[in-house]
């Protein structure tokens, strides 16, 4: 199967540096993650627009162990939800701030989009700077 | 704001649904225990609690496995209306399915089918092969499982991952200690010390060991993780009218129940540290005239301890906040204020996948008919509240149970 065409909109957007929202353009409200029809109205008139990257961390950990198959070089990582400041929220990875420590990361933490990580297909983000 | 849904059977009436059997077998490794062999055994088992044979039964309810498609399969295409020997006579075979949750929904099948007519007699059956299954393959099926493929699995999230999220949230929302949440465990190992069908029956927990094991899954230790188990397990729901018949004096019916999916996928939860909790209660206090003050016992799916903490602030057994402290004050331990989870729940007694929810219900449904070994049944047990939850935690599920004496 072809991939969709909101899975290679948005993987596209994440791999120039853009983290992408879709936006019904009927009632204009954002959809997280994108849909095939808008939750709010069911129009299927769904454009994108470009997040400001900022939000609040709501949790995140720390997988040390047990990685899914294929993911195993990655370990450690952490994983984490973003609640962004456009209202919608994703599951994300969070960059270390040193080898492989995530410690001053705390719940409610104000974070930046950071980019797309390296080997997969989704957002990286950091603690805000500043 | 939940609206007001009454079920549509009267107390005792006729067509009134009840529990009247269980069976379980022995929660664990048990690699030369076949799928099929341990669904047979739970069934005569249920079937003889129940005072019933095969040919009793119309209606099979099953609840899947995860580690197998192929035993799924078998489910599916009814071999254990073959095994049971009742192929010509059966009405019906087939599964529900929401996870974790299963267990929940296929009581309220089960209870629908009784009222209304199309079933007199359900069987509802299940059995997990997790303990004996390859490790690496299960979690990468659970990475899969309340995970969108084209969104999350990309960032590497499985099961454990989502455990330590809502563990992180609960403990920053709760401002509960690591201390706190272990607690939890060892007063479900405590039960489960009392449990011989339990995977850790011989083995005590204390928090310092706990905190002492690996870290898996910031903040989850090892011994914080859920235990892949085998395991099987049944139970037999029929008519008032039909366990009166049968001279059953004492049986267990369905005061209400209460239901809220509140996701898919983590992500998109509002507050991890509250989940489905609240509106499933409200809705289950609404259609039974119960409150969290009324009940006698809690069997709440545990899967990670603060997925139960969450669970009772939501149900109202504790104060917003203090659930973890809650049961580490010792209150739901055996012979405290409110015994929690007496089989020794996900934690202790085993996660056997979607069974673990079914384990935890079928311990109430013992409790309430006063089956339970003597070591561990909660004198005068009346009531029960069951909880339950599935894939990501994507729903909470409220059945309220309670002791019901059938008149001649
Ligand atoms: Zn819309």
């Known amino acids: 199967m072809t991939t969709p065409k909101i899975v290679s909109e948005f993987r596209a957007g994440l791999a120039s540096g853009e983290l992408l929202i879709q936006n019904c353009n009927a ?7 994108p849909r095939y029809a808008c939750p709010h109205c069911q129009s299927e008139d769904l454009g994108w627009v470009s997040s400001a990257g900022k939000g609040t961390l709501h949790s995140f950990c720390v997988l040390r162990q047990g990685a899914p198959e294929g993911f195993e070089a990655d370990l450690p990582y952490a994983i984490g939800v973003v609640k962004l400041d456009e209202g919608v929220q994703l599951g994300v990875r969070l960059e270390p701030h040193g080898d492989e420590d995530w410690s001053a990361y705390q719940c409610d933490d104000r974070v930046e989009f950071a980019g797309k990580d390296d080997g997969r297909e989704c957002a990286v983000f950091r603690r805000a700077q500043g | 704001m939940a609206e007001n849904w009454t079920l549509n059977v009267a107390p005792g009436a006729a067509n009134d649904p009840v529990f009247v059997g269980v069976g379980e077998i022995r929660t664990g490794k048990f690699p030369d225990r076949s799928f099929i062999e341990a669904l047979t055994k739970v069934a005569i088992l249920a079937l003889r609690d129940a005072g019933m044979v095969p040919r009793d039964i119309d209606t099979i309810l099953l609840i899947p496995n995860l580690h197998s498609a192929a035993d799924q399969a078998d489910l599916v295409f009814s071999r254990m209306v073959e095994e049971l020997g009742i192929h010509g006579s059966c009405k019906a075979s087939y599964m529900v399915h929401s996870g974790g949750s299963t267990s929940d929904n296929a009581v309220r099948a089960a209870h629908g089918l009784i009222t209304a007519g199309h079933a007199q007699n359900v069987l509802v059956l299940q059995c997990e092969r997790w303990g004996s299954a390859d490790l690496n393959e299960m979690i990468t099926m659970l990475s899969k499982n309340g995970i969108p493929g084209e969104w999350e699995l990309p960032t590497g999230i499985q099961f454990n991952a989502i455990g330590a999220m809502i563990t992180r949230r609960y403990m920053h929302a709760s401002g509960s200690t690591a201390e706190d949440m272990a607690s939890i465990c060892v007063t479900l190992r405590k039960w489960a010390n009392l449990n011989e069908n339990a995977m850790f029956y011989e083995k005590p927990l ?23 188990a085998d395991g099987a397990c049944a139970f037999v729901v029929t008519s008032t009218e039909n366990a009166k018949k049968r001279g059953i004096g004492n049986a267990v019916r369905l005061a209400g129940s209460g239901g809220c999916v509140s996701h898919y996928c983590l992500s998109q939860e509002p507050d991890q540290a509250v989940l489905g909790w609240p509106l499933a209660a409200e809705r289950a206090w609404n259609q039974s005239g119960w409150g969290p003050q009324d009940a006698d016992i809690l069997e709440i799916y545990d899967s990670y301890a603060a997925v139960t903490a969450i669970a009772l602030e939501g149900i109202g057994i504790a104060p917003k906040g203090d659930g973890a402290r809650w049961i580490a004050a010792g209150n739901g331990d055996p012979g405290g204020k409110l015994p929690l989870n007496t089989n020794g729940g996900l934690l202790s007694a085993g996660h056997t996948g979607v069974g673990g929810g079914t384990a935890l219900l079928v311990e109430g449904i013992r409790q309430l008919l006063h089956r339970a070994p003597s070591s561990r049944q909660v004198e005068d047990c009346q009531r029960a509240i069951i909880g339950g939850t599935g894939g990501s935690y994507m729903d909470a599920q409220i059945l309220l149970l309670e002791r019901t004496k059938l008149g001649a």
């Open chain 1, 27 to 33: 009632c204009g409200k954002p959809n997280m993650w």
């Open chain 2, 206 to 228: 204390t928090v310092e060991r706990i905190l002492a094991s690996q870290m898996v899954a910031d903040p989850l230790h090892a011994f914080e993780c859920p235990p892949m």
